[in-house]
């Protein structure tokens, strides 16, 4: 069995389109916003998406995997 790891994606506000992001910056840019970055990683698995002040962030949908 292979385990596929999860793959992230963020909008900056000035834009309009989403852009894939690593799993290092993603982890950084929530440690930056939050005090707990558990949370947020837990919204992002429910299907929500992580807002902070400068942009938003979610997990990649499984449909837009390459």
């Known amino acids: 069995m292979m385990f596929e790891m999860p793959q992230y ?7 309009a389109e989403w852009r894939d992001i690593s ?3 993603i982890m950084h840019r929530l440690h930056e916003n939050f005090d707990r970055v ?3 990683i837990q919204q992002m698995i429910d299907g ?3 807002l902070t002040q400068y942009a938003v962030y979610r ?4 449909e837009t995997f390459q």
């Open 48 to 50: 929500e998406q992580v």
């Open 9 to 15: 994606e963020v909008r900056v506000f000035d834009t």
């Open 23 to 25: 799993e290092i910056d």
């Open 59 to 62: 997990l990649k949908s499984r």
């Open 38 to 40: 558990t949370p947020a």
